[in-house]
């Protein structure tokens, strides 16, 4: 079962490995991108990178949701990680039901603003993302590690 999805541009780091996948009892990873599914040296990275006990899975977006409903049938705890909102996107309108989208970390990029103390920056389209997550049902949900207080991304994105 997925039980966590995360938008986070670093995809396996300290946080994820240190934090998330503890508290949660994190058994298995897919991370779901485009790039990654076609750079083989970045995927022997973020295996090195994950804890060997774990299996991670590497999914470009168009085959991503076929390979989260079989593994939301299985009874490993499963964390989905996109290095980016635009995945999120993609694998909702391809029928993905998200519950809550946790958002880690977006890396600066010129025309992005950041929030409030957070690692999230975010450009004008990709707020527009945030808000047609929400409409759908999407708990979105800010923090780095779940210790963490989330911060309501939508309050902070209309400010700016």
């Known amino acids: 079962m997925i039980i966590l999805y995360r938008v986070d541009d670093r995809l ?13 009892g994190i058994e298995q990873a897919i991370v779901i991108s ?7 040296l970045r995927q022997r990275l973020l295996h090195f990178a994950m804890p060997s006990e774990l299996k ?7 085959d991503a949701p076929e390979e989260l409903r079989r593994l939301e049938k299985e009874e490993k705890n499963t964390m989905a990680i996109m290095p980016s909102l635009r995945e999120a996107i993609s694998i909702s309108k391809a029928g993905i039901s998200i519950g809550r989208l946790n958002i880690g970390g977006t890396i600066y990029t ?3 603003n950041l929030f409030d103390n957070t690692a999230v920056f975010l450009n004008d389209e990709e707020k527009n993302d945030l ?30």
């Open 12 to 24: 396996i780091h300290g946080q994820v490995v240190e934090a998330w996948i503890p508290s949660l």
């Open 34 to 40: 485009d790039e990654i599914a076609k750079d083989e």
């Open 56 to 62: 991670l899975i590497i999914s470009n977006v168009k």
């Open 110 to 112: 010129a025309c992005r």
């Open 131 to 160: 808000v047609s997550l929400s409409e759908q049902g999407v708990k979105l949900d800010c923090r780095a590690v779940p210790t963490d207080d989330p911060l309501d991304l939508l309050a902070l994105a209309s400010k700016k």
